[in-house]
């Protein structure tokens, strides 16, 4: 907003400082400035107003704040006017308030005017200001509106209709013709000021061509409003006009400036009868606001002890009075214009940029210093970026989100999703319930250009059953990763070998691998293993069925999956272990094959094995499977070691001879060494 230095000078007897250094303590006390531009005698000082400070959208609120700076005494602009008793204005004209909103309005009424030019310094106050000189009754109504920031219409009296002027709400929508000539569609609500005929202007934001004032103009009716902020910018911005005075009303003004303001405008005209009295319309009226302030409350929040009487000072000079003092606190009474101020905060912000924040002394904070808090899900998720980016995997970050189509391939039923109210798209229109109906995507996209596929993901999946029971708090961070081949391999050990590997590199050592044979309408059969610690899954490595895959448009092509619960893992990963000492002596490794039929759980072979309950083994590896004649052979590495002394066959012969009595329990299996 653009401000007149000269007219800034009128508020004050003592000297103002030069343009320049005003302009320096107005920028380091309260506002930014934005320009200084020399006009004439004049200097035109842009400054950059907050929005909660309705009060400073005039020159009189920006000299209070001069006022409180430099310690001068604020001088108010002179109102001397004489009524004509031959005229009243409750003879004249006829007011109705029907809209709530309009909360304060006031009317003065002029008889016999002459319009003319207007008088030479208030031209040159309103054109430093950016603003045209029309005629003397316009131009002192944008005067005033800049001097005191109360926006003032001015209407032709012997043009409003009945001489009856209703304040309301529209019923319907109407057509309104502004004093710019030009037509804007009002809707049913907007405010309007009217006549019983023709609406005269629209209420904080421009007057009608109906009432307007002209060189014929005789008699004159001066407006002076104040709207609820929010209702006069709601429509501002519905039918994209903004104008001087509905910025003004949109930043709040204080509802005491009307009566104030229309005794401005009379006093200054040069000419006229003015007519006795003034109709004024308050309802309402808000009780003075009080605010509480506590003394030792500065001091905590400014960091700096302000002498009592200082803060006394300050406070006056701003328009504040202190209503009562109760045990180190003020109770402070809050001027009608300062609508920004609600808290005792607000209060201490005022006292410490008036004293002055440049005395405020920087001080380092004394606070205890504490080591940075580890997040063990960002820890041990870096820990398998770094694992699996080693061994050839590249990370993916998919939107957690699926479509009804991947819904209907995967098919999931409306029990285990979630739907979203209003996706944004049909693509993202459920929640996923898993990591890999995204990872299927990626590897569609990247098989025509890649012969082989190595891609994982980390990220949040959704549980219907904890959102039905509204268990928000809980987060389910899983793992998963997708392995695809051009070249035909064992995928399905591949992908079992990555998680060994995962596992092993996060220091989860004491987990076995399960197979689960089931007739899934999505995993192969015999093709899936899910992955154990202490009787609790973590994960499972399994191959997809390649109807579900060609419904994904991966035809052709065998995809091995790993998927892990990414919060159990952090949590093992997080335990703390036993150190043990690497053995000293030399392991000894025999081998043990046995033929078994084909529907055989390996993990069942094994488990026998582990039967013997010897301490000398230390690890039981498969390391080869064959089958032939609808039997398989599965071979086995037994690792034997001690931690005592170097063994020998005389210790572990015996050791394998049970084995092989345990395995031949079994009549349909045939262990052999």
């Known amino acids: 907003m653009v401000f007149s230095y000269n007219l800034l000078q009128t508020f004050f007897q003592k000297k103002l400082p030069d343009a320049k250094k005003l302009a320096d303590l107005i920028g380091s006390h309260v506002f930014e400035i934005e320009g200084l531009e020399k006009k004439g005698n004049d200097w035109a000082i842009t400054i950059d107003i907050l929005p909660n400070r309705g009060d400073c959208f005039s020159h009189l609120g920006l000299a209070r704040e001069i006022s409180a700076i430099l310690g001068y005494p604020l001088v108010m602009p002179q109102i001397k006017f004489k009524d004509d008793k031959k005229f009243n204005v409750d003879n004249l004209l006829k007011v109705k308030v029907s809209d709530k909103d309009c ?137 994209d006009l903004k104008t001087d005075a509905s910025i003004r009303f949109e930043h709040k003004i204080d509802p005491e400036l009307t009566v104030l303001s229309v005794n401005r405008f009379v006093s200054l005209l040069e000419n006229g009868n003015i007519a006795k009295g003034v109709i004024d319309i308050y309802k309402n009226k808000p009780a003075p606001k009080i605010v509480k302030l506590e003394i030792e409350k500065i001091g905590l929040l400014l960091g ?105 391939e995967l098919g999931l039923l409306d029990s285990d999703i979630i739907e979203i109210l209003n996706p944004l798209s049909s693509e993202q229109q459920y929640l996923r319930p898993n990591l890999l109906i995204n990872l299927f995507k990626n590897v569609k996209s990247n098989l025509p250009y890649y012969s ?63 197979d689960i044979d089931l007739h899934s309408n999505i995993w192969k059969r015999n093709a899936l293993a899910k992955i154990e ?65 084909l529907d055989t759980k390996i993990d069942d072979v094994l488990q026998k094995i582990n039967d013997t309950a010897s301490d000398l083994i230390k690890d039981v590896d498969l390391f080869d499977i064959f089958e032939k004649d609808g039997n398989k052979s599965l071979a086995f590495h037994i690792i034997f070691q001690s931690k005592e002394k170097t063994l020998t066959g005389q210790e572990i012969d015996p050791i394998m001879q049970k084995i092989i009595e345990i395995l031949s329990k079994n009549q349909n299996w045939k262990p052999r060494i």
Request: hydrophobic residues 40%; contains cysteine; negative net charge.
């Open 533 to 597: 610690i202490n009787g609790e899954d973590i994960g499972y490595v399994g191959i997809p069925q390649k109807t579900v895959l060609d419904k994904m448009g991966i035809v052709g092509q065998d995809i091995a999956i790993f998927d892990f619960d990414f919060s159990k893992l952090s949590i093992l990963a997080t335990q703390e272990y036993e150190y043990e000492d690497i053995s000293k002596y030399p392991a000894i490794i025999r081998d043990i094959s046995v033929l078994v039929p």
């Open 304 to 408: 700096i002890e302000i002498p009592l009487k200082n803060i006394l000072a300050i406070l006056k000079s701003l328009g504040f009075s202190i209503s009562k003092t109760i045990k180190g606190a003020l109770f402070v009474k809050i001027p009608t214009w300062r609508l920004d101020i609600n808290l005792q905060e607000d209060l201490i912000e005022e006292i410490g940029r008036t004293y002055g924040y440049d005395k405020i002394n920087a001080q380092t904070p004394i606070s205890a210093i504490e080591a940075p808090r580890i997040d063990d899900a960002i820890l041990w998720a870096d820990r398998v970026r770094i694992a699996l980016s080693g061994i050839g995997f590249f990370e993916t970050q998919n939107y957690s989100f699926i479509s009804q189509k991947n819904k209907e």
């Open 103 to 239: 909360q304060r309005y006031t009317v003065k009424v002029v008889k016999n005017i002459k319009i003319s030019n207007s008088d030479k310094k208030i031209k040159e106050y309103l054109q430093t200001c950016g603003l045209n000189s029309i005629n003397n009754v316009v131009d002192i109504a944008n005067f005033v509106m800049i001097e005191l920031g109360q926006p003032l219409h001015v209407f032709d009296l012997d043009k409003i209709d009945k001489n009856s002027i209703i304040i309301k709400s529209l019923a319907s929508k109407e057509k309104f013709l502004a004093l710019d000539s030009k037509e804007y569609g009002l809707n049913e609500g907007d405010m309007v000021i009217s006549s019983p005929a023709k609406i005269l202007a629209l209420a904080g934001i421009k007057g009608g061509k109906i009432a307007e004032v002209d060189n014929n103009t005789r008699d004159i009716a001066i407006e002076s409003a104040n709207f609820i902020y929010s209702r006069i910018r709601k429509t501002s911005n519905k039918i």
């Open 452 to 514: 082989d596929i190595k891609i994982f993901e980390i990220g949040n999946v959704f549980n219907k059953d904890d959102y039905e029971n509204k268990i928000y708090d809980v987060i389910d961070l899983r793992l998963s990763g997708a392995i695809a081949h051009k070249v035909d391999s064992d995928m399905f050990y591949e992908a079992k070998g990555v998680a060994d590997y995962l596992l092993k590199s996060l220091g989860i050592t004491d987990y076995f691998y399960k």
